[in-house]
C-alpha cells in the first residue's frame, strides 16, 4: 500500500488532517515538527506525495528532488507569490481568490500547478483558513488518488512582499470597510492581532463587524506594554 506524508503546523491544518485522514486511500503519516522532516524518515516511509498545506520553513533540496512535494498557495498563480496571501488579497480588495496546488520547486510558488479551486475571503481571518483547509484537503484526496500531471504556471507573475507584525497596528484615517478588513484579515491563532498602542497599553482588536451605519464594533484586549 502507498505511502503518503502530510506536513503542517497551523492548528486548523492538523485537526482538518484527523477530520479526513479516514477517508483517504493508503497509509498517511502527519508531521508538525520540522526536525521530524528527516532524510530517514523519509527514506524508509518512501512516500508517494509529502503534502505542505502549510509550512514555514524551506524544504531541503533533496528532498524536493526525491520526493513529489506538494504545497498550497492560495492566490490565482502567478499572481501574489510570495508571503502572507492571505493577508495581501485583503489589502488589495479581493473578495475571492483561488487555491493552487503545487509542484514545488526550488524557486518558492513558482512550480507547476496540478489544481485549482475557488475560496471565499469573507470572514475572520481564522474562518478563512478553516475553509482553506477543507479546500486543501479535497485537493489532497484528488491529487493522491487521481494522479494528476501538474501544468506550467502561464502569464508574468507579481509578487507580495511578507508582512510584519508592525503592519498589523492600525493606520489611522482609514475607511469603515478599510478598518474592519485590517482588523479581520489577522484574526486567526498564530498572527500578531490588529492593533493600537495608547500609552502604557497595547489595544489588540478581534471578532470584527462591520455594522449598517458605517461603525466597526470589536473586540478589544487591553495588554500592558513590556519594558513601560
Known sequence: MKSFLVATIKPWNINAYHEHVDKLEGDWYLITEKKKLDGDFLKRLNPRYIFFPHWSWRVPKEIIENYECVCFHMTDLPYGRGGTPLQNLIYHGHCNTKVCAIKMT????????????????????HDIYK????????????????????????????FFNRRTPAESEVPKNLSSKKLYDHIRMTDAPTYPLSFVNWGDWKLEFSEAELLGNGDVSATVRFKKNRGK
Not at 479535497?138 to 500531471?149: F, L, N
Open 131 to 158: 475553509n482553506l483547509s477543507d479546500v486543501v484537503f479535497s485537493m489532497i484526496r484528488e491529487i493522491s488518488e487521481t494522479h494528476p500531471c501538474p501544468s506550467p504556471q502561464s502569464g508574468s507573475p507579481t
Open 106 to 125: 526550488a524557486s518558492i510558488d513558482a512550480g507547476p500547478i496540478y489544481i485549482k479551486k475557488d475560496l471565499s475571503l469573507s470572514g475572520r481571518a
